[in-house]
């Protein structure tokens, strides 16, 4: 007896195992012989949906990440070693691509994310109908109307279930959003309502999540499709060229932006080097600063790359808005060019005005950022010496003990106030200040096992731990104990700053050889906490 293959049996039986397959066994099917390839005919649909499939296994797209509605956390974060296979297809040009090829609103939305496993996205079958006898283009639309109409449909039947979803991930109660340390001070009643809450959230998302994922589009093809159309030299006064076509990324944690444009170029300090920062809103225990990375259209190369490969003001780095506003306003002069007023990326800038000019256009774009970063760094340095020099004069929290500040505050080098103003702390200085922060660490030592002062003030009658806890307020607090951090920080910094002057052709070997897309941050500490790198 001859073995039974599918494209032997009966037509009859062909199109109902073909109306119960999904849409990769559909594609592969058809690629079998040439019986299946004249039965399915697949059409551009077919071949999307077989995309959409892909993507959501490991081997091809990487991981589905995780997106919890109240806070919008993403599980694994954005950053992580798991992103960097991340890839999503294109229902523009039918192709799998890297996540930094997509912007926020096209892989992070309800409707356009990767549907989590068991979701009815993720079990959907192929969508295929036998319409023997019509041309190519009518079966496509016809397959295509079919597609869009039920996913109309299931939008219309599922709105009692969007509702819910809004009600789970959008509580009447305002509660602030620490992520996971919501439980840390919710009362029992409150944690279970949370918990209740994203249970309810992840079943409605199990119904709508992706739904609408094949009207997903890269950048490229959105820029082809005209989103950017808006775009003219009308938009942009002052300058005769539109301004450059601008994609939010993700958000990623760096620790200055000179990391953020130039990631791996030195050696990562681990987290427990580095101290905290000064925050009025948000947790204290942030080390990093949270930027979006943004990708820009190059006019010269038409390829979308990282933002820091344009070479940019420092504020541009900062916000969206601030990015699109230098990139329209962009005017920079060079003694030998004169002035540039189109931004181009690295390669394009290398390309048109030479290696001698790129150097130095390079050099002073990274030198800018580490003056940007010593800045920053040295303002958490001098933070809390004006405090101090405010505590120990008359009226101030230690006027009592004034005695023992001598050798803290007075003759103090140079005042707080000015200290910020000059570009550098000379190395004495730095010194200076250590030996005076170690002085009064044994004076907080001996003020907490009840020192006496040498001169009681009759108008303050507290005693050393009321003293010492309206001193040490929550910013102050930082700063003492994290100031030896920001003291070794400043030395680093200002050591890869002297580096970089001498070491110029390093800087234009990295810019060049990095890839201008797939721009990552690198990898914290595995035990750091993850409330340090989520602002």
Known sequence: MPA??????????????????????????AQTCQTLRTIIHPTRVNLLQRLLALELLPEYGGIVPLIRGRDNQIIPPVGSSDWESNRYACGGCLKLLPHQRFDNHNILRLNLRKPPPGSREATRLAEWWFLNGWEDDVRGRIIQHRVYARVSEEVRSLADVRRQHYEATHPDDEMPHNGVNQFL??????????????????DAELLLCGLRRHNRRCNECRFLRGDWGHLSPANNPGNALPPLPVATGRKLPFYNLFDRCFPTFFNPVPLSETGRRFTAFGNQRNKVYVW??????????????????????????KTEDMLVR???????WDAELGDLREPKCNRCFLRDHGMAAFRRHIVRFARSLLLDALNRVKYQVLFGWGKL???????GDFASWAEYGAPIVSSFPIQEDDLLTVPYL???????????????KIFVKHMYQGLRPMRQSILDSRSNEEVMTNVMTSWFRIWYGDYYLYEGMYRRLKN????????????????????????????????????????
């Open 292 to 317: 979006m990375m943004c990708t820009v259209r190059c006019r010269g190369c038409s390829k979308w790359q990282d933002a820091s490969q344009f070479r940019l003001p420092i504020a541009a780095y």
């Open 185 to 202: 001070w919710a009362a029992d009643e409150q944690a279970e309502a949370i918990a209740a809450n994203d249970r309810t959230a992840y």
């Open 389 to 395: 020099l405010e505590d120990f004069r008359p009226g």
């Open 496 to 535: 890869l700053l002297e580096w970089i002057e001498q070491h110029e052709q390093d800087v234009v070997q990295y810019a060049l050889g990095v890839d201008p897309l797939r721009l990552e941050r690198y990898d914290w500490d595995a035990e750091a906490e993850e409330g340090e790198i989520i602002s």
């Open 4 to 29: 039974i293959s599918l494209h032997t049996v009966p037509m009859d039986i062909q199109l109902n195992i073909l109306g119960y397959v999904d849409p990769i066994s559909l594609i592969n099917l």
């Open 426 to 440: 000379t190395t004495w200085q730095i010194d200076d200040l250590y030996h005076r922060f170690a002085r009064f």
């Open 326 to 332: 230098e990139l329209g306003q962009y005017s920079v």
